[in-house]
């Protein structure tokens, strides 16, 4: 006979793709006619912004643009000239469990920008671009929990509390700024990022405060090139799906627009920055699942079926920092180092013998002025590894990186430069959890004499024993062999102690 069950219903976001990778955009550009002939370039810097993310059948797409910019040597004035240039991106992911209801988030950044020259009158310019992105799908969780009737059936139920997306909600913003950039002749070029710095939960809403880092590279009144972080702050308010209680949040935000711009009237050294993001929020809370794990008849056999389920826990964020060195040989002796731009890679969560590490490729490119007062560029890459201060079962993913190029360590060598700077990681720590319960349960009546015929029985109670095990072995309950023996509780059960079963 089929035994009914019942059931535990919980309803949460299901993370179905997370996916971080690179594209390289080449293409090349000619300069136009009023623009002087190239003797060398100088230095890319390269901005995205995203405009679109879909979701159809087995597909997440984003879309937008990234603004570049060349600084590049001319033969003639003004000896520093520069082409900016906009072009589109597109990126996709595949997952057959997307479709048009995922809810999505996606984090864009530069991972190497760099530019060569072909001739004196043509470009080639090389961006790599890093995407993290990922998609969300209402789930259901249905766990059985006991039995429909539970009379004369024993069941131990096992309560696994996990962390799992609860909804996913984004906010348009925009940031108006000014600024002041000292001895400012003109804007090179300019790279925006975000970095969130607290997230309180007011009833059914979310407080993110943070960072906008609008990183420039300018020229200056003394005809050299130098580079400033302009830090916005901001504070937004995201409303969220319900007043629920969440325990967490994953906060990213992503530059959909940015405009810099120098007082056109040349009377200050200020700066007017316009700058839009939409902030992405994925909150968590916290599920208590009740699952029915063992079951015994009082008056027949019982027959179980099992099953499992796997599911990813959310245990938090965790802030990495990776030092990062790297030595530039420069066929020129070195007068000063102008400039520092960092591009933070495709990174990396490895598992090394007992611990487990962070590794981060950067893409670096200094800007120096010769003996001879002209100004050269070089690009290297280079990588650093971090410790992360989790136990062995937690997997980590790797949210976002920012490379702290404004506080940048850098003296000259006897072949050239050397630069130190530390890269800032956040990533997402979870845990896999693996829920082993019974999915279905058939009962076969014993004998009727035998099944009324309870007999006592003495028994020694060895080491593996527990109450549990006891009674189902012998058809008898918990509380029957507690109350026969005069116990109180299971403490009381020890190795080696006589009792007394109350067997069917």
Known sequence: MELELKYQELNYKKRVLFRSFTREETFEVNLSETQPDAVRTICATASPYMRTKDAENGRMTVSGSFDVSVLYAADSAPAISRINLTRDFSAYAECDEISESSQLTAE??????????????????????????????????????????????????????????????????????????????DIAGATLSFSVDDVRRVGAKAVVRGMAKTRIVYTQ??????????????????????????????????????????????????????????????????FEAETLCDAYSLSGDLSLGMSSETIMSFSGTEKA??????????????????????????????GREDRTELTVPTSVTTVYSSQAEEIFGAVRGTSGRSVLSSSDEATFSVITSYADAEHAEYNRT??????RFSVKTLLERSNKLC?????????????????????????????NDSLWSLAKRYRSTADSILSINGLNNESELFAGKLILIAKN
């Open 321 to 350: 920092s990776t030092d990062l060195s790297c030595e530039f040989k420069t066929p020129q002796d070195v007068r000063s180092i102008d400039a520092i731009l960092a591009f933070p890679g495709l990174s990396s969560v490895s």
């Open 414 to 419: 006897e072949d050239g430069i050397a630069v």
């Open 221 to 286: 009144n003394s005809g050299y090139i130098a580079a400033k972080t302009l830090e916005s702050p901001f504070s937004q308010v995201v409303d969220l799906d319900e007043e629920a209680e969440y325990t967490d949040f994953l906060v990213t935000v992503m530059g959909t627009g940015a405009y810099v711009a120098k007082d056109q009237s040349g009377e200050s050294d200020s700066v007017s920055l316009e700058l839009h993001g939409v902030i992405q929020c994925v909150s968590y809370k916290e």
């Open 108 to 185: 864009i950044s530069v991972a190497s920008a760099e530019a060569r020259l072909i001739n004196s009158r043509k470009l080639h310019v090389k961006v790599e671009l890093l995407y993290t992105l990922a998609a969300y799908e209402s789930a259901s969780l249905s766990l059985p929990s006991g039995f429909a009737d539970p009379s004369g059936i024993e069941s131990m139920t096992e309560i696994t509390r996990f962390t799992a997306p609860a909804s996913v909600n984004e906010k348009t913003f925009a940031i108006t700024d000014e600024q002041t950039l000292s001895g400012l002749d």
């Open 435 to 463: 829920l082993d319960y019974i999915s279905s349960a058939s009962l076969e009546s014993c004998d009727e004499n035998e099944a009324e015929r309870p007999s006592l029985i003495a028994y020694r109670v060895q080491g």
